[in-house]
């Protein structure tokens, strides 16, 4: 009875992927929308792109955005389309996840991932003639972006971190890494019921299905292996690793799962700005986009 449940599930959830439209942007004839592939030290690098029509219009600095875990750059497709309006604003997949191929035989730590985004960056042109890129991170891509910026501020202008994953017990981060889900999958649907039930059925006030639905295809994306970024999340030493940023940061705090930890993550960046952010909790980018795009624009441009 299971089984025959489960093909019934499985073939649902297959005809609404099939039939429902793939979620488009916000349209903005001012912005032209692309997608690119970059070398990095993993394969290739899927970045999401949107920048002004007019080049004359592209007068503030570049940015690239880091996505949550096991999400894609098609997180940020309205965040980059509002930001594109001025420069050139770049959502990637992280490598493994999205269209990105993934690392090899286990999951990297996390300066394989910072290192890939360096790599991409390179390619793409950056820290040549001091040519450098901001950086946007939320949860998953709060760390990456940290990392990349401690290691690379030749690449690095500015940071803007939103709802941060920072653990300074090495207790918690015990407890984190025990809790992840590192099964393969097998015949019986029941992983991809779970991010259904997380993701689509008890979606946040305001997420739309459609944006659910979207939301639910790219986390399956990366399969069994989901849980890789994560156990680089858990294992980073933020404690000390965040005292060595030097570049100017914003930290964006929603008030949601994450809030407790991005206050104690301030005070431990030197001259780090916290913009608090009440009027949000959860679906941050799928309701509340606009906001994080005014208060990015806000620090990046000052």
């Known amino acids: 009875m299971m089984a025959h449940v489960s093909r019934r599930w499985l073939l649902a959830t297959a005809a609404v992927s099939s039939f429902l439209p793939a979620i488009q942007a916000r349209a903005d004839d001012t912005v032209m929308r692309k997608r690119q592939y970059v070398d990095c030290r993993y394969g290739q690098l899927h970045i999401q792109v949107a920048e002004p029509k007019d080049t004359a219009r592209a007068v503030k600095n570049a940015i690239l955005c880091m996505h949550p875990s096991p999400a894609s750059g098609r997180y940020y497709l309205d965040l980059i389309g509002d930001l594109g309006k001025d420069r050139i604003a770049m959502a990637a997949d992280t490598p493994g996840y999205g269209e990105s191929d993934r690392p090899p035989n286990k999951p990297p730590p996390m300066e394989g991932y910072s290192g890939a985004f360096a790599d991409a960056l390179e390619n793409l042109g950056y820290g040549k003639s001091g040519k450098k890129a901001d950086l946007l ?8 972006a ?8 030749d690449l690095i202008r500015k940071l803007v971190l939103v709802a941060v994953p920072y653990y300074d017990s090495v207790e918690r981060q015990q407890k984190q890494l025990a809790g992840l889900d590192r099964r393969p999958y097998g015949e019986e649907p029941d992983k991809a019921v779970q991010m259904w039930d997380v993701t689509v059925k008890r979606r946040a006030k305001g997420v739309t299905l459609e944006q659910s639905i979207d939301q639910f295809l790219e986390r399956m994306r990366p399969g069994d292996k989901e849980w890789w970024a994560y156990e680089a999340v858990f294992s980073y030493d933020s404690k000390n690793r965040f005292p060595l940023i030097t570049q100017p940061t914003a930290l964006l705090n929603p008030h949601g799962v994450l809030y407790k930890e991005t206050l104690a993550a301030a005070p431990m960046i030197k001259g780090a700005k916290l913009v608090d952010l ?8 799928s309701v509340g986009s606009h906001v994080i795009a005014r208060e990015t624009r806000k620090f990046l441009d000052s």
């Open 137 to 144: 991170g939320y949860h998953t891509g709060c760390l990456i």
């Open 278 to 285: 009440p009027e949000l909790d959860h679906g941050v980018f």
């Open 146 to 153: 940290v990392d990349l910026a401690i290691r690379r501020p």
